[in-house]
């Protein structure tokens, strides 16, 4: 029996097979392509469906990309960008905004991954000043990078603080399904409703096979935006085959299903772990990720037969994912190897 | 009935049967992510078997994005890369290698979309003057923009006239198994063996779902790639699911069968449309393209029901493509609408 | 005696002396940085009257910053630029229109130097198709690369073609004063009288020290600006040195003064040349250029003691250029040393 | 009498008179541009002279250039660099280094503008990770922003860290004069000899009129460099007179003169300033800074006479400069302004 990868991030399972049904299904006959074709029109009607009449979405291939491009339609080179230090966009995305944009990014140190306006506060100066990087965009991840959730109430809260510095805010939504399932409510209610102008709709990370989304949520921000992803390499020829992903999975509430599933692993993790001696749970566990610190020797003895990433080598701290297709056999499995490891310290 | 897209272009066609197959089977239990998976290894295995021992390969989404990554990888922003004036990376690409890579793309016109070393003359100068680009790549496609393919012997001599002046040759090579199908040839005989020194190696137009590469045919030129590609938002996270499509697009030789009936199915046309008074195909077909001259209310009015592509407005000439999936009657139906508008012209 | 310089460029010259004196006048005591001060006040007020109300100027360092920046200013990422292949801007800058803006530059041959509309439209097309470069700017250069001249009309006729595309005409005007002498006329006359958008207004090779200037013609252009010089890293902190410089370069006319002499210098030496068997001119001379074809073997012994540069090696065309300093010593030193390589050739 | 702008900033004062003489000197005949003259030859020599024999120096135009071509000369834009996050490379070249090299700039903070090994030790993660920027560059400032120094110890100590993982050490050297004189040494021994690999050397803050210079301090790290400058629009035509002007600022220890000035006058004015109640210096006065805590409203009154920048509008926080021609009189005037507002408070 090989190493196991299921907690290594939500990214290692497979597509769930109602979306590579509707991938099939799509594949029938030709179809112009670069996305004006059905599939397609019928896809973007569902995200105006979730997010308001008002969206206008354009669907590109990768997470990074949707962030990057999101930024990058609103934004000039001189602008900056304000993000938690502990963001996709700060730590895992090799600097893509910085290149493609021109942007500086800022950060801002959180013990949880979300932001405040009053930690945003330090970087609100040098308005008008041609020395200084113009902030533009504050950046959120919802849910975040280390599996919590924003309440509708401080997005919007972080909503108003950015319009009123006429500054924009955006979502970088990778994992907005489980954070949906988190606050039980739809999408627009702490997306568009709430005040969130820009949003990287993810959902490779929930079921999907590839193919992400940036969703501008008020009018009059996408100018020239499909220039800028056709330019960025990120318009797929073949376009109907993301599109027909996003119809499954908003179809009968797939999104929904598979992220409540992925949810609920988690928390069941999280309570068996909570009762080993030796392990940590660091944050609150409030969508599909457990965040624990552990001996390092435990780590790489329990990573030899269920791999997971390390968050921070300095505390020993490690990242453990649920995805939609977790079962109780894997966690029992994982935590069956974490009991014998811890065993082995005494 | 609905207005009719497989002309258009071969993006227009869906996937093939075979390759979708081998997606849902790698469709199965978690995987690592990002291409550190068996699926992957054994698909960049089968292209060092093509292409040679020396193959470095990477995935990537789009035919864009292989050619500007193939550049990126070897120049520095103040290289110049030279290429047909009618190539993709210059007319379709909406400025994505200059965006992306800082250099200049210098251009040379020609009658069929292939360069020769004569034609790329005038632009060798200026070197080691820091007042001018520094040529460093010469790129052509194969086969062209125009349907027609190079010899083993032209891209020999071209890649020698390169590697003369210290710079690499590049092949965009979208509809590269057509070329293969053409000359008769394995695909290294006219790449590696040729003195190709980076190819972009497609797979889209001839059959598969998404998921082009970026081969370095020689060691020593992929030296920080995997960052570019990351930075680039290129890198995909369930990569088995391109991995595995080129697994199945080698297996059996599926692609020289689509890329054979595709070819083939370009001359039946092209067989046909000589037979019309009135339109008058202009270049050789040695591919899956055919180039026609035809009155421009003759192609608006078979638009209604045939959509292609004009390819020169200025002197009414277009485009006819033909796929993996293109079908004898498909033929016949196009050809009937042309005569139809011809006759109604008299 | 050393090998003498003043025909390789206008550049070789020095600093005219009055141009020097106002700098050490504006040598005293304190000053704001950055442009914020009364020299820079008074300049920009200069141009205002020389250009036109609506003129916006902004001074930078060198005539390749004003062009990209004039081109930064106006242009997205995903636009293209058009101008003549001999043009600065495509041969001389090493990329830095590509790097800096991200367009692409596309290009037209030229006998002369000059573009027309009807040269320029074989790039009109793609507009709105996400795939191609959207042409945005055609820029012009005035006096040309190559020592011509446009006419007011010529000016025009492109200005309106231009302007009827929806795109901006701008005019590398690093040569301006020789153009403005050359075809006796106000700056304003053949620059935004005649339908330019942005001009590139240069100094420095018509006696100022360094400082060029980019000008908004008219209002509405010049949005974000000031970061964009700032970013491009073309801000001068102690700005009122280039500011000085203008003031006196606009004082008196002393500009006009610097160019009437170096274009009188480069009739007087085109009139010795053609005297000479053996080297023939090229191009018609309007301005401080003289552009001529001699045996390979004379240029090469005259360069050991007057350095000239070689415009095309491939026909053995060589630029000989005059400046505000060029003596008809100079002239009758130089057209001697000629005539002696020219004999020993017989 | 208007406004005083003497401690508004050290590039508000004039051009040193013996500077201007050899700006004067050096505007006789005709030399070739872009540095391949004897001035220039002459001016890199004395780099080399006072920095090490490896050293090889390029000079541009300001000091954010600087900076940004040092990082561009040996950074690909999927590299990060590491910065305090007071320094000028950070908060006052509005995104240049991000727009133009593509890297990532992290921060940390400090207290006095100076960085420690420890302080950068949380940024040293993520090597060899295709997801992360790869860090490749610590940047310090010497003197720092906050007119504090570092020792010769403290630079070894990060130039070996910096060196540990790889990596190699920038200074900003925009004020390096002021510097050296505070601590009594040559400059070479706290760049070069002390393990700085490249420096950015400025002397446009200490009398010159512009013109900075990159100094790679170790062979092997400038390849391609002169493209680099072109392609930022850096390089000058009449390099003469940049390079004449560090001719006269090296000659008969000129820099030193200037500077020692400076960094006394600012000693003076602390001297003064902290017999006043009211007014707190936050910083050890070790060059020509003077940083200060007062009532917002005493800043605003003495703004109206002696112009100077806040450095932290939410602390209070304010900052003095000195220049080359600071005089003990302004040093009066402005003590005597403080007092009068600092009474009105009363």
Request: hydrophobic share 40%; net charge negative; proline share 2%.
């Amino acid at each position: 029996m090989g190493i196991k990868f299921g907690f290594a991030s939500d990214n290692t399972a497979g597509v769930h097979p109602v979306i590579l049904e509707e991938i099939r299904s799509a594949n029938t006959g030709h179809t112009i392509g670069y996305g004006y074709d059905r599939y397609t029109e019928e896809a973007l009607g569902l995200f105006k469906s979730h997010l308001g009449p008002e969206t206008e979405t354009f669907f590109v291939f990768t997470g990074t990309a949707a962030n990057v491009l999101s930024l990058s339609g609103v934004t000039r080179s001189w602008n900056s960008v304000i993000t938690a230090s502990t963001a996709h966009l700060e730590q895992d995305e090799c600097g893509a905004a910085e290149k493609f944009t021109g942007c500086k990014v800022l950060t801002v140190d959180t013990a949880d991954g979300k932001i405040s306006a009053k930690s945003v506060e330090k970087h609100m100066h040098g308005f008008d000043f041609e020395h200084h990087s113009q902030p533009l965009v504050i950046s959120i991840t919802q849910s975040t990078e280390m599996g919590t959730v924003y309440s509708v109430d401080e997005i919007r809260e972080l909503a108003e603080f950015t319009h009123d510095h006429g500054m924009l805010l955006h979502m970088d939504g990778a994992r907005i399904a489980n954070a949906a399932v988190s606050l039980d409510l739809p999408f627009r209610s702490f997306t568009t409703d709430a005040g969130v102008d820009i949003l990287s709709f993810g959902g490779t990370k929930n079921g999907m096979m590839y193919g992400e989304a940036v969703c501008f949520l008020k009018s009059g921000l996408s100018g020239g935006f499909k220039y800028i992803r056709k330019q960025s390499m990120q318009l797929a020829s073949k376009m109907r085959f993301i599109s027909a992903q996003y119809t499954a999975y908003f179809r009968d509430d797939l999104w929904k299903k598979c992220a409540t599933h992925s949810n609920r692993m988690a928390l069941i993790l999280a309570g068996k772990i909570s009762r080993l001696n030796g392990i940590i749970i660091t944050q609150p566990v409030q969508s599909n990720g457990v965040f624990v610190i552990m001996p390092q020797r435990v780590a790489e003895s329990v990573c030899k037969k269920y791999f997971f990433y390390p968050w921070d080598e300095k505390t020993s701290e490690y990242r453990l994912m649920a995805g939609w297709d977790t079962t109780e056999e894997d966690i029992e499995g994982l935590v069956r190897v974490f009991r014998e490891e811890l065993d082995r310290l005494k």
